[in-house]
C-alpha cells in the first residue's frame, strides 16, 4: 500500500496564491460599490473612454478585451444615458469615436468616490499600525504592477 506525501508548496507559490485570493476579492467588492445603476463593464469603459480620450468602438473594445458587438451595445446604453456620446473621426468620416458627456465624468468620479469610501470604511476599522503596514504594502503593490 502507497502512502502519498502531501506536497509542501515553496512560500513564494503560497504568498502568490494568497495574494492573487486577497486581490480577487477585494476587487470583487470594489466592483460591487456601484452608483446609478452602472454596472462594473459600463464603469469599466467610462474609465478607459476617459484614459484614451476618444477611441473609436474598436479600439475600446480591445482595451476591455470584449466583442466588438458587446461594445456597441454597451456603448449604447451608454449613449442613451447620456454618458457618453458619439463623435464624427475628423479623419476619417466613416469612424465614430466614443468621447465622455459632463454626465459621464460626474457618474465616473461618484463611482470613483464609492469606492474610496468603502475602502476608507474599512480602513478606519483597523489599528492604526496595520494601516501603516499596509500603506508599506501598497508600495509593494504597486511595484508588483509596474511593467517588467
Known amino acids: 500500500m502507497r502512502t502519498t506525501v502531501p506536497r509542501v508548496e515553496a512560500p513564494e507559490t503560497e504568498l502568490a496564491a494568497r495574494l492573487r485570493l486577497a486581490v480577487t476579492r477585494l476587487s470583487r467588492r470594489l466592483r460591487q460599490q456601484v452608483v446609478g445603476g452602472l454596472t462594473p463593464s459600463q464603469v469599466a469603459a467610462l474609465a ?34 447620456g454618458l457618453v456620446a458619439r463623435v464624427t473621426d475628423t479623419v476619417d468620416r466613416r469612424f465614430s469615436r466614443v468621447a465622455l458627456t459632463a454626465d459621464g465624468r460626474r457618474a465616473l468620479q461618484r463611482s470613483r468616490s464609492l469606492k474610496t469610501a468603502f475602502l476608507v470604511r474599512r480602513l478606519e476599522r483597523l489599528p492604526e499600525s496595520e494601516r501603516l503596514a499596509l500603506g508599506d504594502l501598497v508600495v509593494l503593490l504597486e511595484q508588483l504592477v509596474e511593467d517588467p
Open 48 to 81: 478607459t473612454v476617459e484614459r484614451l480620450g476618444e477611441p473609436t468602438l474598436g479600439e475600446l473594445a480591445a482595451v476591455e478585451q470584449v466583442q466588438p458587438p458587446s461594445m456597441t451595445r454597451l456603448v449604447d446604453g451608454l449613449v442613451r444615458s
